[in-house]
């Protein structure tokens, strides 16, 4: 076994397992301090981090830590960050403007094996999504190309390939892809997701529209949903 097997062994709250790595950047905050001063910018700021970890938490996520402007939330399934992603950009994009600036986020979000030890999370996939988020600019959301293959044929019609980056450590090129989150003037966000349930206990979701019902009761059944042009 290797070292890092040991020390799993060794250590027995030390996990690994596989999940989705969200990043959520807060844009223009710098900016912000200096035009708003630190008391206006930190109780703007603040209302993006509640909107962060509410998206994060309705889509069965788990918000991992803040950091200045920036939040680690940690997903059981890619769609899942997916639909957190949207919803936190939908929900940051609804904010009002403070001292003439417009406030945003850059997110990156990436699937793969992490250490979890105690509350937080560690390893490759945590460091692919850090450099993920460096790479987004205001109001995008990127996501690697091995993780977009695991996303939903839905949220997959919504996403475009960009360009391939270097990481330090990783011996090919990370593809980058971006996930639309908007569809032209009509600001509908586009997500579908394999939301856990919250208890172990069997749920059921049904849907009814006139004479037409649908029933979802597993994991990983989605519903899209949406508007016609």
């Known amino acids: 076994m290797g070292s890092e097997d040991n020390k799993n062994e060794a250590d027995p709250a030390r996990t690994q397992r596989l999940a989705t790595v969200l990043f959520a ?18 109780a703007a700021i603040s209302k993006c981090i509640v909107a962060m970890r509410k998206a994060a938490e309705a889509s069965g996520g788990r918000v991992v830590k803040t950091v200045g402007d920036e939040v680690l939330a940690i997903f059981r399934l890619p769609d899942a960050a997916a639909a957190a992603a949207a919803e936190m950009q939908g929900a940051v994009d609804q904010l009002p403007i403070e001292s003439g600036t417009k406030l945003g986020l850059r997110i990156g979000f990436h699937a793969g094996p992490v250490i979890q030890q105690d509350s937080d999370v560690f390893g490759d996939t945590v460091n692919i999504a850090a450099r993920l988020v460096a790479t987004a600019v205001k109001g995008q959301i990127i996501t690697s190309g091995e993780t977009a293959k695991l996303l939903n044929p839905m949220i997959r019609s919504s996403m475009r390939e960009l360009y ?23 600001e509908t966000t586009v997500f579908s997701t394999g939301r856990p349930k919250a208890r172990a206990a069997v749920s059921v979701l049904k849907l009814k529209y006139r004479e037409k019902e649908i029933v979802r009761r ?12």
Do not use: F
């Open 25 to 42: 950047d807060v844009s223009e905050s710098t900016k912000l301090y200096e035009t708003a001063g630190d008391t206006a910018a930190h």
């Open 164 to 186: 391939k980056i270097q990481i330090k450590g990783k011996a090919e090129e990370v593809g980058l892809v971006e996930m639309q989150w908007r569809r032209d003037d009509e």
């Open 218 to 229: 597993r994991d990983n059944d989605t519903i899209d949903m949406g508007r016609d042009p």
